[in-house]
């Protein structure tokens, strides 16, 4: 039987809750230890955690015998500009703490959630590559960026096994995200069920990946899962699903809700998703450990309106 034990931060957050499950799935209900900053309803062993209080997160690792940390604890691109040492805190030093502790409790496994944050003017916007000029317009890319390179310095210093992906904006029905540049994507949903209209923050031709969240718990598991020896990076592995704009996504609703109505009034939001890419080249994802998206916008649209 497996001795795995898998500390998870920010469990209640839009990936937090479904991967609590998948992983919860795959271990054992007991084998998953969520923590947030606010009480949970979750269906397994739950502790209130503030991730920068590294005495009560040492502590948690000794009471369980955690043999793997997700640090999913963050805040995103829009909320972090409001309060930028606040977003260092929690997503870099906090993360910074994690490692450390990783090292001296002989922990197996890290992961990191990285973002298309870290990409920037600087970047190219057409198939991203892997490596490339990153000078992130953010609190939070920056955060994130400096957290992927500790990652790999930890991996190369301390041969702790850190793994990481660079999350696309996350499309799902189940927790709505807060805080986010790409929320309009999900936002557009509810809005369309709710009321047959949404005002759009973003332009209408702003181009910017995603990904559905069926493929978020894949890709992650297929990641932590996959041999060592099949990653060549603690860096975060590009990832994408499709590509969409907000005309385009509405257009695709309307399909299915064809009274459907969007405005736009773009906000301070536009000038960030400005200086991410339109579309990405995960290949090193797929070559390395077999990624595979299975949802395009129109499987993810119908997926999407069934469910709400
Ligand atoms: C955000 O918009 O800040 C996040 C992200 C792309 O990392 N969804």
Same mark, same amino acid.
């Given at each position: 039987?497996?001795?795995?034990?898998?500390?998870?931060?920010?469990?209640?957050?839009?990936?937090?809750?479904?991967?609590?499950?998948?992983?919860?799935?795959?271990?054992?209900?007991?084998?998953?230890?969520?923590?947030?900053?606010?009480?949970?309803?979750?269906?397994?062993?739950?502790?209130?955690?503030?991730?920068?209080?590294?005495?009560?997160?040492?502590?948690?690792?000794?009471?369980?015998?955690?043999?793997?940390?997700?640090?999913?604890?963050?805040?995103?691109?829009?909320?972090?500009?409001?309060?930028?040492?606040? =977003?260092?805190?929690?997503?870099?030093?906090?993360?910074?703490?994690?490692?450390?502790?990783?090292?001296?409790?002989?922990?197996?496994?890290?992961?990191?959630?990285?973002?298309?944050?870290?990409?920037?003017?600087?970047?190219?916007?057409?198939?991203?590559?892997?490596?490339?000029?990153?000078?992130?317009?953010?609190?939070?890319?920056?955060?994130?960026?400096?957290?992927?390179?500790?990652?790999?310095?930890?991996?190369?210093?301390?041969?702790?096994?850190?793994?990481?992906?660079?999350?696309?904006?996350?499309?799902?029905?189940? /927790?709505?995200?807060?805080?986010?540049?790409?929320?309009?994507? /999900?936002?557009?949903?509810?809005?369309?069920?709710?009321?047959?209209?949404? =005002?759009?923050?973003?332009?209408?031709?702003?181009?910017?990946?995603?990904?559905?969240?069926?493929?978020?718990?894949?890709? =992650?598991?297929?990641?932590?899962?996959?041999?060592?020896?099949?990653?060549?990076?603690?860096?975060?592995?590009?990832? =994408?699903?499709?590509?969409?704009?907000?005309?385009?996504?509405?257009?695709?609703?309307?399909?299915?809700?064809?009274?459907?109505?969007?405005?736009?009034?773009?906000?301070?939001?536009?000038?960030?998703?400005?200086?991410?890419?339109?579309?990405?080249?995960?290949?090193?994802?797929?070559?390395?450990?077999?990624?595979?998206?299975?949802?395009?916008?129109?499987?993810?649209?119908?997926?999407?309106?069934?469910?709400?």
């Amino acid at each position: 039987m497996s001795n795995t034990v898998i500390l998870i931060t920010g469990a209640g957050g839009q990936i937090g809750t479904e991967l609590v499950d998948a992983l919860r799935a795959e271990y054992g209900r007991d084998k998953v230890i969520a923590t947030d900053l606010l009480p949970l309803d979750t269906d397994g062993p739950f502790e209130q955690l503030d991730v920068t209080n590294l005495e009560r997160l040492s502590d948690l690792i000794q009471q369980y015998k955690v043999t793997q940390i997700y640090h999913l604890a963050a805040l995103l691109s829009s909320s972090g500009e409001k309060n930028i040492n606040l =977003t260092w805190k929690i997503n870099f030093q906090a993360y910074h703490n994690i490692l450390a502790l990783a090292v001296s409790s002989g922990i197996d496994k890290v992961f990191f959630p990285s973002t298309i944050g870290i990409y920037g003017t600087t970047t190219p916007k057409i198939e991203t590559p892997q490596n490339a000029s990153f000078v992130p317009s953010t609190v939070y890319g920056i955060s994130k960026l400096t957290g992927e390179m500790w990652g790999e310095y930890y991996r190369k210093r301390f041969d702790l096994d850190v793994r990481s992906l660079r999350y696309p904006g996350v499309i799902s029905y189940k /927790v709505l995200p807060e805080g986010g540049t790409t929320d309009f994507a /999900v936002e557009i949903f509810f809005a369309a069920k709710k009321k047959g209209h949404y =005002t759009s923050y973003l332009k209408q031709d702003t181009r910017l990946p995603m990904i559905y969240m069926p493929d978020v718990i894949n890709a =992650t598991l297929g990641l932590m899962n996959a041999d060592r020896k099949q990653i060549s990076t603690s860096m975060g592995y590009n990832l =994408t699903g499709f590509s969409l704009t907000p005309r385009e996504l509405h257009e695709e609703i309307q399909k299915h809700l064809p009274e459907m109505t969007i405005d736009y009034a773009p906000d301070a939001r536009q000038s960030i998703a400005d200086s991410w890419s339109d579309t990405i080249d995960d290949s090193l994802a797929r070559k390395d450990w077999g990624w595979q998206p299975q949802y395009n916008m129109s499987q993810m649209t119908a997926d999407m309106l069934k469910n709400l």
